[in-house]
């Protein structure tokens, strides 16, 4: 062999190999695609049955508080009534058993828009701002501390799903809080912001130190729900000086 | 007709081109306006029509030897009056790869677009420089040059391999089914495999004319294969079974 020959061999080689390093790139490259490809359905999946997940419990958390709050009212409101009524009924005057029948009217009332609560129907019909509007009422009537709303925009035509969600953390908020932060005033605004839509939620309580793990975890699942629908969630606290959260709805 | 005429443009590589650019010109037409104006598909049309433009002309110095000549002494080179590698040197090596660096960038995600824009501005630089310090004569082999604006390409091309694996958007289709998939595996074959026979073509010529018209002959058939591609990217959104809508980073 000259030394001609062999530089056209190298040549050949030299040609078979690059063509073939091409080859297994490119083949590589398909294989790695269709790995990663299945590695992200699953993580989409995953992610899918989280969203779901956090949904349900949603809705279970919601139904037990709206089993809470029936409770107490039957105890509280519609008992009440019905002793009050049942004490009319049996008097022998004419108007106590007038005043008892309205007082009953008053109680089948009351039971009629507790039912509507049972299911979660109610979600559907009632928009963020009224639902924020009901729930402020509710802590003003009981005289714990003032709570009054402001309102830019109305939240309609909200999907389900963030609709739920969002009542959550609301109440979630408002019940931390009234259990943790004794306010003298509770104070809802819904705003716009450029493109983005936000509700801001300010206590004027005790506060806390947002660093600590105790205090942390119950935020923490709350910013995760609000993430799962694409939204965020922003606390800020001061001891002393009350708490502030911010809800960024998806937009 | 001069006999030699047809002489030079019966050849299937010209031929064959020729054709390509027809099928990708009706195509072309047939596209809807909004798909005309699209540079998804108009860049590629350019390219296609720009690479058998230089090959036609190309084959017309094979048969013009007076103008070859005459362009051949414009520029210096009194010497090889029968080269007219001053034709590939500025079609080919220089605005072509500066057309195809625009073509895989247009494919790629924004995060890497710069990379791609910063390298034609290197590659710009490089071959001005070259040219006015007279270092790689317009009308001889241009190694450097040739082999910046292949390796650049190259480059590219990984860039965009790298891309359909990470990018969620490339995650969520099928590379098979993608015409820009073809595109860089076409565009990377070639150019890697024009590097050998850039570098042994005349080498070959000397010692082995057989194997160095073999080896030029796989350089014809693969820029043959990279206008069929782009001529089928062009005809794409008439074959919706073939292949798939390509994905947008836009919406990022």
Redo the contacts between chains.
Sequence with gaps: MNP?ED??YV??F??LF??GI?ST??IS??F??RQ??VQ?RQKMDQIKSEHEKTLLNIENEIQQETLTYIGRELHDNIGQLLSLAKLNFGSLKENKREEGKEILSQAIQEVRGLSKQLNLDWVETLSINEFIAQQLERIQNTGFCEASLEADLELLDLPKDHKLVLIRVIQESLNNAIKHASPDKIHVSIYENGSSKHILIKDDGKGFDTSQDSQGSGMFNLRKRMETIGGQFELNSVIGKGTEITLTLPN | MDSRLLEAFNHWFTISSNLLVMVGLIFFIKLPKSQKTNIKFWFPFIILAFTVSYENLGAYTNYNFEFKKSVNAFLGNIEYPRFNLWLYNVTERQIGALLFLGLIRMWLAPSQKRYITWMMYAFLAVVLFLKLTGMELMYLHQPIIFALGANMILIGCGLYFIGIITQEQYLESNPLKLISFWLMTFIMFTFSLSYISSVTLLYLYFVNPVLGKFLQNIGNFMTLMNLGVLTLTIASPFLPIQFEKEPSYESN
Excluded: P, Y
């Design positions: 001609t530089q056209i040549i050949i030299a040609t690059l063509g091409m790139f490119v490259m398909v790695i695609h990663r490809q992200n």
